[in-house]
């Protein structure tokens, strides 16, 4: 009997202390880590210890030390892979099992939104120059085409850069994109509207054409019609299209881009008297006049003199 006692209380004496001290099982570890940057956001991949379920992903900023954000994502058969959206930088990423465990540990820079450089001719002949053929001038208009040429200045070109670059840059905080650019030498004489082909692919969107007028860029909005835009000028001189992603003007002009080309003068032509211009004919008919008229004086002094006598 006591030693059915004695058993019995040290069963419930070992289930006591398995209930206040229970048993953990060992955190896995992270096998390998690979963390890798694009824009405006980086990839968490790698593999994690047999029978880990999930695994806690720490950002940190460059100190190492700023918590910036985390992610708890599932582990699958050993593998496990999560994005996450940042802001332009360079972080330090932490993985470790959801359980606990030792952190692996890597940095990476996530670079801002690409800007399309355009640096040398090659880069704007790419297929982004256009072409004589998708040129033309629309019916009452009064511009007359001289030429359409590649731009191959390498001051303009860098100009060009720049101007995009701002537009890149607006892009980029207002969250729309430019999805082509175009470019070309327009010589030209008149004011009015010019016809561009840029492809039926892009119907319906907006396209910012910018020309350099006053010693400055400057841009007027054209929605694509038929695969074509008509954008009005007062002068020509180097032209660059950049089509959008954006079906009105909404979002383009809350990140700060102005329309701001001056506007094309539709008054009409005014009839201008012009002086006929003097002939052979009237020479003759003013020399006939002048000689009549030194007849006339001579007649006339030859009639005083007859009265003096």
Known sequence: MKKVLMTMVMIMTLCLTLVHNPIKAEAGNVASLNVTAS???INVSGTMDSGVVAAA????????????TMKTTQVDSGKFSESIALEPGTYTVKVADYDGGEFATSNVTVAGKTIPELNTEEDLANGDFIAKEDVSVPTGSQV??????????SAIISSIQNDLLSLETSAYEGKWDIVKVLAM????????AVS??????????????SHFHDGKWTRQFCKVVNGAIEPKFDSFS??????????????????????????????????????????GD????ILAFAMIALAFL??????????RK
Request: proline share 4%; aromatic share 2%; glycine share 6%.
């Open 39 to 41: 824009d405006e956001e």
């Open 57 to 68: 992903i720490f950002v940190y900023a460059e100190d190492g030390k700023t918590l910036v």
């Open 144 to 153: 007359k085409i001289i030429s359409v040429d590649i731009i191959t200045d």
């Open 185 to 192: 030498e327009l010589k030209a004489s008149g004011k009015g």
């Open 196 to 209: 561009i082909k840029v492809g039926d692919t892009y119907n319906g969107k907006i396209a910012i054409v």
């Open 238 to 279: 180097p032209i660059t299209v950049a089509i959008t992603d954006q079906t009105d003007t909404n979002a383009i002009i809350k990140s700060g881009v102005v329309e701001n080309e001056p506007s094309v003068s539709s008054a009409p032509a005014q009839s201008v008297k012009v002086k006929s211009p003097v002939t």
């Open 282 to 285: 009237d020479n003759i008919n």
């Open 298 to 307: 001579l007649e006339s002094t030859m009639i005083v003199k007859k009265i």
